[in-house]
């Protein structure tokens, strides 16, 4: 799961949208930025259902989302920049379009390599429609209506994707076999409606025509991070890969410190507080995606909890975000962000240890949905003081790029988490009948998923105090 942040392209203060034609932009940027901000946790409470249709191993269960976050991970801020070349509506347009025909696909897919590749296509869309979705908003506003727009924006988005999980979890509980693929198939006239809405009503967005766009660093991500990928989920991926992945990693590096407009300006990083902000989101999310991809394989699989019931262990996630982000971003102005970011990733790390002492006896509402919930409060006080902290220190200017760099590295911990926390759980389950994540009603089976989602909450644990003591090393107050 990744929760709902502002990334893309810097906004420019000149705007390109009639008065009239304000409200029906921020509506479509809306819809679309819901559409990508809830795919993953939708995908994780369907995916017991899907993994059941399509007949799909737990390796490929980790592609399907996989897939997704490797793609948008690599072409995230890529497709910011070709907001800026081609025109922002421009983009935005082509990147629902594609994202509405990814969604189609897995609607309709078979096997579990068309719906791998199905969902490849949503991650292309996705990195082209999100960026700019903040950025049309910033756009269409003036200076004195951009932030409470931007403020709208936000807060509706918090609340799509809090119900999102909600929604698709009644699909999946009531509608059989059909119900997971009607949570991709409306996207359809979501993807129109918010098509519809911005057609033609941003008549000044021309782009800049001749700014370049690093598509060579856009490939060396997405190689080394699918090889990277690879490695983590295959257990018999062998030294090569590993080298491959590494070799291409430092040569994205490479290109990077040396291209005319590189996609990650690596400079950015000499900024203490960025640097040390993006290892606590790298941390942090890598616990938060990790539990949120296996804890509702593994409570509908083993615990006998249905796909809407699993939603209560999301809601609390995206409630206290929405309900903490304001006085918890006025506490860090007073304590610094660093105090805040510590504090909450704190009680994220307390939560997944109990989940980890809790997993053995499969009991959902009496330990599972109050440890999410203390998460969730974690997470509240976290997540604003440290979207704040990802651009503070960066030059006037390139706060969308920062603030597009922390949303790609919280991407990316989802997929290494996914990847990795697999593995760890396949290999704690054992060789019990019928496999993790599969779903049967015997005594071992119970024990090996309780041992096994125990072992995926331990490692989130260690990672969650990880980022709060790194949080401690962001002092200076956020003003």
């Not at 936000?154 to 949570?183: D, H, K, N, Q, Y």
């Not at 971003?329 to 304590?335: F, I, N, S």
């Not at 019928?434 to 096994?452: D, N």
Request: with cysteine.
């Amino acid at each position: 799961m990744t929760i709902a942040r502002a990334s893309g392209s810097p906004s420019v203060p000149v705007s390109f949208c009639a008065p009239t034609d304000r409200t029906r932009v921020l509506w479509a940027a809306i819809l679309a930025s819901s559409m990508g901000f809830i795919d993953s946790s939708v995908t994780a409470i369907a995916l017991p259902a899907m993994r059941a249709a399509l007949g799909a191993t737990l390796i490929e269960a980790q592609w399907i989302n996989t897939a997704y976050l490797l793609v948008v991970s690599s072409l995230v801020l890529v497709g910011g920049a070709m907001g800026d070349r081609f025109g922002i509506a421009r983009v935005f347009g082509i990147g629902i379009w594609i994202f509405v025909a990814g969604s189609l696909a897995c609607a309709a897919a078979q096997t579990p390599e068309q719906m791998i590749a199905a969902r490849a296509i949503k991650g292309l869309g996705a990195a082209l429609m999100v960026p700019g979705s903040m950025a049309l908003v910033a756009r269409a506003y003036p200076v004195e209506a951009r932030g409470r727009a931007l403020g709208l924006w936000a807060a509706a988005s918090t609340l799509t994707t809090a119900l999102g999980p909600v929604i698709g979890g009644m699909f999946v509980t009531w509608g059989g076999e059909v119900g997971w693929r009607l949570i991709f198939a409306l996207n359809l006239p979501l993807g129109l409606a918010a098509l519809a809405l911005v057609k033609g009503r941003t008549p000044g967005d021309l782009g800049r025509p001749g700014t370049p766009v690093d598509l060579p660093g856009a490939g060396l991500a997405a190689g080394g991070l699918g090889l990277l990928a690879w490695a983590l989920t295959d257990p018999g991926a062998g030294p090569l890969i590993w080298a491959l992945a590494a070799a291409a990693l430092l040569a994205f590096l490479g290109w990077e410190a040396m291209a005319p407009a590189p996609m990650l300006r690596l400079g950015l990083f000499r900024n203490r507080t960025l640097a040390v902000t993006n290892l606590v989101t790298l941390t942090l999310y890598f616990a938060l995606n990790g539990v949120m991809f296996y804890l509702p394989m593994t409570a509908v699989s083993a615990w006998g909890v249905s796909a809407l019931e699993v939603t209560a262990a999301f809601l609390p996630i995206s409630v206290m975000i929405g309900v903490l982000s304001a006085p918890a971003g006025r506490m860090a102005d007073r304590w610094g962000a660093g105090v805040m970011m510590a504090a909450g990733a704190g009680l994220v790390a307390c939560a997944y240890a109990g989940l980890w002492l809790a997993a053995p006896f499969g009991q959902f509402w009496a330990h599972v949905v109050p440890l999410t919930a203390l998460a969730g409060l974690g997470l509240g006080l976290a997540v604003a003081p440290l979207t704040a902290a990802a651009m503070q220190g960066a030059e006037d200017g390139e706060q969308g790029a920062a603030s597009g760099i922390n949303n790609a590295v919280a991407r990316v911990a989802g997929m290494v988490a996914v990847a990795l926390l697999g593995r760890v759980a396949s290999q704690a389950y054992g060789e019990a009948e019928p496999g993790f994540g599969l779903t049967a009603i015997s005594p071992a089976h119970l024990a090996a998923t309780g041992q096994a989602f125990g072992q995926v909450a331990l490692i989130a644990s260690l990672g969650a105090a990880t980022a709060a003591v790194l949080a401690l090393a962001v002092r200076r107050p956020v003003r």
